[in-house]
């Protein structure tokens, strides 16, 4: 069976979400050969979008007319679009990024459409007819793989774990294409809340959850100023700045950037962990990362176990260190 899958994209700061892409890429792994990705953009920026969208291997773009493209914190501006979108698209499945506005969105989507739903996805595999997907379960410990019964099917899937056909940094970039566009108007009804202000507590230009390298720090940073030289690292790196649960409690960093089992879960091609210990609950968030780095003076620290490369010292020398040798690389 050839698949007609809706993704529904995210922008931030007027541009396309990398997660986004990699949705659309998911999509093209359920839609098969012969089945159809559509990408739904939202705001008045949205036809910038479409090269993009395409080259990553988007057949349509449906645009909803919203003025607020952003989806986070306007789920239920977005939720009345998306469900408008399927109403119109009749998809057999809808595709988002398991990001804070994806796992907003999803749940209230499925329950909507009576569908069931999946999230946090790393790997869809496609059998003749039949598709599974697969998750991590139990805080990563395990793995487990499912299909779905009937349709529709709702799937969030976990950013930088999806390889978009052709990734383009900018949308300059991105070959223009021919593509069928269609508009899809929510209705009009009176939105439940009413998001009045968004206070940013965070200015790391790269986002943690989709960044391709992170830098973290633990209780071994010994206080704020300890971040310093783990933010000139992720600077030098073109990466962005983690912590452990031990940092945040500490008072050294802000919570929103927590790694782990209930923080935030990352996938990155390299994870530099400074000064932290290796609990179960930090690993539950980062253990999936491709290379990890640990750099801690304690020898018999339990990161070092599940490192790749690993730096028994003083991370006020080795960090800096890092940083300088880096920065000295790329000029
Ligand atoms: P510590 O365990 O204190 O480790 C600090 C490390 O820094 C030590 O290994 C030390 O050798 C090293 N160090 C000290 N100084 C230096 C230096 N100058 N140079 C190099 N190394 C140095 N934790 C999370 O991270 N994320 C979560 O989501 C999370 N969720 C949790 C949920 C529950 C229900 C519970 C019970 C706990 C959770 N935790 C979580 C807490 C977790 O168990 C650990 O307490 C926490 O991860 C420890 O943080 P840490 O490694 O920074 O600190």
């Avoid at 986070?72 to 399927?86: D, G, I, K, N, Y």
């Avoid at 801690?296 to 940083?323: C, M, Q, S, T």
Wanted: charged content about 20%.
């Amino acid at each position: 069976m050839n698949h007609l899958v809706l993704v529904i994209t995210e922008q931030r700061d007027g541009a396309l979400r990398q997660v986004s892409l990699e949705a659309v890429a998911a999509a093209r792994l359920i839609a098969g050969d012969g089945g159809t990705v559509v990408a739904l953009v939202a705001g008045s920026e949205a036809a910038s979008h479409i090269a993009m969208l395409t080259a990553a291997g988007a057949d349509r773009i449906a645009f909803a007319a919203d003025p607020v493209p952003e989806l986070s914190a306007h789920t239920e501006r977005h939720l009345r679009a998306a469900a408008e979108a399927v109403r119109q698209i009749r998809p057999t499945a809808v595709v988002l990024g398991h990001t804070a506005s994806g796992k907003d969105m999803a749940p209230r989507l499925a329950a909507q459409l009576g569908a069931g739903q999946l999230s946090d996805v790393i790997q869809i595999e496609r059998s003749g007819d039949s598709v599974s997907f697969t998750r991590p379960i139990y805080a990563g410990k395990a793995f487990e793989k499912r299909s779905f019964s009937k349709l529709p099917w709702v799937v969030t899937i976990r950013p930088n774990n999806f390889k978009p056909a052709a990734p383009y940094e900018n949308a300059a970039d991105a070959p223009a294409t021919d593509v069928t566009v269609e508009t899809v108007t929510a209705p009009d009804v009176p939105l439940r809340t009413i998001v009045k202000q968004i206070a940013k507590r965070t200015s790391g230009k790269t986002d943690l959850s989709e960044a391709k390298i992170v830098v973290s720090g633990g209780r071994g940073v010994a206080g704020s100023d300890g971040f310093k030289p783990l933010e000139q690292l992720a600077e030098a790196l073109g990466g962005a700045v983690g912590a452990s649960r031990g940092a945040c409690d500490a008072g050294y960093c802000d919570y929103s950037m927590q790694i782990g089992q209930t923080g935030k879960v990352v996938t990155p091609e390299l994870y530099i962990a400074c000064g932290i210990s290796g609990a179960i609950q930090h690993l539950a968030g980062m253990s999936g990362s491709r290379i990890i780095v640990a750099i801690n003076k304690d020898p018999e620290a339990p990161i070092f176990k599940v490192a790749d490369y690993g730096i028994v010292g003083d991370l006020f020398e080795i960090v800096p260190l890092l940083a300088e040798e880096f920065k000295r690389l790329k000029s």
